[in-house]
Nanobody
Framework: QVQLVESGGGLVQPGGSLRLSCAAS????????MGWYRQAPGKEREWVAIMPSRGLIKYEDSVKGRFAISRDNAKNTVYLQMNNLKPEETAVYYC??????????WGQGTQVTVSS
């Protein structure tokens, strides 16, 4: 079993920044991919940024140039730096980890509210 704990959400004004963190209960080297997803009220969950253990990082088109996913292997933590946030990006943001042989896991989510 894998536990993922997100933090860093909150209320931010349009144009502001937040950095989300996702701490994993085991080495992130054991995951084939890690990523961030979000779910706005009344909408389906959508992917935001994907970081494979090998290969290129991928960003959803609307966040390219504003969001950045990164990792700290020593802390078993993945981050999502979000800049120039927009009101329509208000959502619960979830961390995801996909394993090679044990399926995928989700964190509990962290609320991001972009409002003046």
């Amino acid at each position: 079993q894998v536990q993922l704990v997100e933090s860093g959400g909150g209320l931010v004004q349009p144009g502001g920044s937040l950095r989300l963190s996702c701490a994993a209960s085991r080495s992130i080297f054991s995951f084939s991919t890690m990523g961030w997803y979000r779910q706005a009220p009344g909408k389906e969950r959508e992917w935001v940024a994907i970081m494979p253990s090998r290969g290129l990082i991928k960003y959803e088109d609307s966040v390219k140039g504003r969001f950045a996913i990164s990792r700290d292997n020593a802390k078993n933590t993945v981050y999502l730096q979000m800049n120039n946030l927009k009101p329509e990006e208000t959502a619960v943001y979830y961390c995801n980890a996909d394993t090679y042989d044990s399926g995928q896991f989700w964190g509990q989510g962290t609320q991001v509210t972009v409002s003046s």
